[in-house]
């Protein structure tokens, strides 16, 4: 259940200035409060909740504080608080980060790394751009050490597809796990996917191998099949394209900034203030 307080409603962005009718949720005195505001009311408070993945009485909830946030902008209109000398000096604050955050965002922008850039980046660091390696994995969990080493008992006398068609029928019959009916499938998952213990043990595995000892996870007693094991992949160019561009942008975008930094502090009368008050008192 989400929790809302009244608090975060400074935390309300801006509302649409033009909306669809179906966009409206309600109406405050002709002022229109629409989905979009809802949405930016909820990802305030939770990034990755959506309010229309909220049930009914959520939505009501978060409705009534918007509405009251409509409610107390113009009770604190009426009132004069944007004459007051805190609101101004909030406003001149905000003011400065948006002039920076804008200016900023506009230096990223016009920052440009060529696609001749990106590939040299590319052929440079193929190492670096693999897919890791995957494995298809069978599991039989039971709730107990024994009856895990029977199981295993059970299979080791079998070797290749023998052994493969009788874990199937194993899993099916004994496994306690969702994947029990699909004959233990877990499908295809890499190193850090499953729990520790679980990945440790399937991943000593050679193709076609069963554990030879019970694997004990907080889910109970493990008899695991490798099925099959895939090396690290490279990744084409285009893949990860979009991705060298991005770093390489960011990368460039730091340099400048700490350059233009530099070039504005050479020019600048700064005074450390903090410093000469130091010296005056030894």
């Given at each position: 259940?989400?929790?809302?307080?009244?608090?975060?409603?400074?935390?309300?962005?801006?509302?649409?200035?033009?909306?669809?009718?179906?966009?409206?949720?309600?109406?405050?005195?002709?002022?229109?409060?629409?989905?979009?505001?809802?949405?930016?009311?909820?990802?305030?408070?939770?990034?990755?909740?959506?309010?229309?993945?909220?049930?009914?009485?959520?939505?009501?909830?978060?409705?009534?504080?918007?509405?009251?946030?409509?409610?107390?902008?113009?009770?604190?209109?009426?009132?004069?608080?944007?004459?007051?000398?805190?609101?101004?000096?909030?406003?001149?604050?905000?003011?400065?980060?948006?002039?920076?955050?804008?200016?900023?965002?506009?230096?990223?922008?016009?920052?440009?790394?060529?696609?001749?850039?990106?590939?040299?980046?590319?052929?440079?660091?193929?190492?670096?751009?693999?897919?890791?390696?995957?494995m298809h994995a069978r599991h039989i969990l039971v709730k107990t050490e024994k009856e895990a080493l029977d199981i295993i008992k059970e299979l080791e006398s079998k070797k290749d597809n023998d052994l493969k068609v009788k874990f199937i029928e194993l899993a099916k019959t004994k496994s306690t796990g969702p994947s029990g009916p699909k004959g233990g499938d877990l499908g295809t998952f890499t190193k850090g996917q499953m729990v520790p213990e679980f990945s440790k043990a399937a991943w000593a595995l050679k193709k076609g191998e069963i554990t030879k000892k019970p694997v004990k996870t907080q889910f109970g007693y493990h008899v695991i099949y490798l099925e099959e094991k895939m090396d690290p992949t490279p990744l084409s160019y285009d893949q990860v394209k979009d991705k060298i561009i991005a770093s390489l942008k960011q990368k460039q975008f730091a340099v400048k900034i700490s350059e233009m930094a530099k070039e504005l502090k050479a020019k600048a009368k700064i005074v450390d203030m903090s410093a000469e008050a130091n010296s005056t008192k030894k």
């Open positions: 259940m989400l929790k809302f307080a009244k608090t975060s409603l400074l935390a309300v962005a801006v509302m649409a200035t033009s909306v669809v009718a179906s966009d409206i949720l309600v109406t405050v005195n002709g002022k229109n409060i629409t989905k979009q505001d809802a949405e930016q009311f909820v990802a305030a408070a939770q990034p990755n909740a959506h309010f229309s993945q909220l049930d009914k009485a959520q939505q009501n909830m978060i409705k009534e504080r918007l509405v009251e946030k409509v409610l107390f902008t113009e009770l604190a209109e009426k009132e004069g608080i944007e004459n007051s000398a805190d609101f101004k000096q909030a406003m001149a604050k905000i003011k400065e980060e948006l002039l920076v955050n804008m200016w900023m965002k506009q230096q990223l922008d016009n920052t440009i790394v060529s696609d001749s850039e990106a590939k040299e980046f590319y052929e440079k660091n193929k190492a670096k751009f693999l897919r890791p390696a995957t």
